[in-house]
């Protein structure tokens, strides 16, 4: 097959929602459909749930599974599918942030009782940023919630983006009875039944006697005025502005018992878009285009301290992969070969020959990759990475054995080159400050110095309430900010300047007393 033929059958997204809303489930029905598993419940949940935070080796041996699925491929009728996992923990949520660089769309799973809930409005933001088009699913439709309506309302205004309603319920709950697609204009009846799939009844249009007949004619005339308040509100649903990021489309169903999921499927593979070109710092770079290149969006750490490898999950943006090849590593300037990468197809993972714009190849490594770093034939490309955000979480990083200061320096170092966490080194008196989102990245990273680098760690407290990248275009008024808070400026590991605000008051008084500096919550500005 041509290049430009194996693009355009890629379809490469990841599926978000806050924990416990369905995720794992719809991934698992999903691979059903694409016959890369036979049974439900062979998906093991990467998730990290319901564990206390403290028993965090439960949490290793769960990331150990979730190599194996870090990235599941499978053919679809035409399409080739390649679905991102996402760590369910939402102290992990930088590896999310980081995995939806990598994508080309993205599938929400929301919970139709609960609505939207925090994570997924942060996630939904991060999407925003790369005008990433999103498709909605409201889940759990066998279950008593909300109002559809309301789902809707409540869909736009948190997640800040136009909704259009592909599918419509008949009910939900207890008297749950199927869903009406409006994008195919065909009835799906509900049997709660785990492992099969509904029930279709053929139908000319919503005004179909059949439908009555399936439904009784109460609920089809709720129907046919559902359908009616439907047109009237939302305008018709535009497949360009789905692909800018404008709109997105609502399907309703229950993942649990495979219901709606085959819908959202056969129209995700025909709307969701292949791989695009992507803007890298010297051009935009076409998949099609003959020379290969591509990055790191996610170094997954091997926990086995005998065999202290990694795998560089690299993301093809442009050409064809192909092993042995000599690819040029930018950041180091060096020329590298790669004898076995590997493919994630049907839950395996095996050595691959080539890969195409859209695909994730996993490169065994030992400490040449940093996330964001860019592969290429030889032309000098660097693709921009996700800009890091404040941390929520601060602590000094001290150390506990000072025979081991090397080994924590490396330690430190390489975890963050991973992306563990974020290093920031206060200017004033050259402490460490380790930045996270939440308390169990602290203990991760405490255990991985220690097992994997024989380097101990201790914690303490600082306050703090957030990191802001800061900068002017005067650079009297930056230098005079730089002196007046020198006890709070830090530098991090890039190098930016990054002022420390110990609380929300300070951060504003900061900002009315420097007008001339401008302060950032996140890297990239
Ligand atoms: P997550 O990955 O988003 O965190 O969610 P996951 O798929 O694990 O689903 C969370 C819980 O919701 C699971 O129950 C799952 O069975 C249930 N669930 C998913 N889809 C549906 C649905 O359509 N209807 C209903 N009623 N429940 C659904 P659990 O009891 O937490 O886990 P398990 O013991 O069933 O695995």
Known sequence: MALKEEIARRRTFAIISHPDAGKTTLTEKLLLFGGAIHIAGAVKSNKIKKTATSDWMEIEKQRGISVATSVMGFNYGDYKINILDTPGHQDFAEDTYRTLTAVDSVIIVVDVAKG?????????EVCRMRNTPVIIFVNKLDREGRDPFDILDELESELKIAVRPLSWPINIGEKFKGVYNIYEHSLDLFTPDKQRVSERVEIDSVDDPRVDEAVGEKDASKLR???????????EFDEQAYLRGEVAPVFFGSALNTFGVKELLDCFVKIAPAPKPVMAEEREVKPDEEGFSGFVFKI?????PNHRSCIAFVKVCSGKFERNAPYKHMRLGKSLKF??????????KSIVDEAYPGDIVGIPDTGNFKIGDTLT????????????????????????????SKQLDKGIQQLMDEGVAQLFTNQFNGRRIIGTVGQLQFEVIQYRLEHEYGAQCRWEPISLYKACWIESDDDEALAAFKKRKHQFMATDKEGRDVFLADS????????????????HFSSEF
């Open 116 to 124: 939207v809930e925090r994570q997924t409005r942060k996630l939904m």
């Open 225 to 235: 005025e559902d359908l009616e308040l439907i047109e009237g509100v939302y305008p």
């Open 300 to 304: 997954h750490a091997n926990m086995d």
């Open 339 to 348: 004898a076995a990468p590997t493919a994630f197809m049907a839950q395996k």
């Open 377 to 404: 034939s030889g032309e000098s490309i660097h693709y921009k990475g996700l800009p890091s955000f404040s941390p929520e979480m601060f602590k000094y990083i001290e150390n506990a054995d000072p025979m081991k």
């Open 504 to 519: 929300n008051y300070v951060l504003q008084m900061a900002q009315s007393d420097f007008p001339k500096i401008r302060f």
